[in-house]
Nanobody
């Protein structure tokens, strides 16, 4: 299964972006769907995830601003990002895990200007 992210770009602080992660196969049976990010010069960190298609969890730094969701019919995972801050600047990666595969996308750049 391949994952392709889109929706990144340059936005001013306070703005919004909606990232999409399209899977080439079904995500219906996933036990984990998540978005990670890697800021310049820093390690990759988990931003938001959905476990077993039900439970959502967020890093404290994005809680209340980001929303993760999945559309099984479209095999797509989304990350709605509001009230963006310069410290949200990073390459964002999606990850989907099932009992059959563990897939990562190639990443999409998000840059937030002050």
């Amino acid at each position: 299964v391949q994952l392709v992210e889109s929706g990144g770009g340059l936005v001013q602080a306070g703005g919004s972006l909606n990232l999409s992660c399209a899977a080439s196969g079904s995500i219906f049976s996933s036990n984990f769907m998540g978005w990670y990010r890697q800021p310049p010069g820093k390690e990759r960190e988990l931003v938001a995830h959905i476990t077993n298609g039900v439970s959502t969890n967020y890093a404290d730094s994005v809680k209340g601003r980001f929303t993760i969701s999945g559309d099984n019919a479209k095999n797509t995972v989304y990350l709605q990002m509001n009230s963006l801050k310069p410290e949200d600047t990073a390459v964002y990666y999606c990850c989907v895990r099932t009992v059959v595969y563990d897939a990562w996308g190639q990443g999409t750049q998000v840059t937030v200007s002050s």
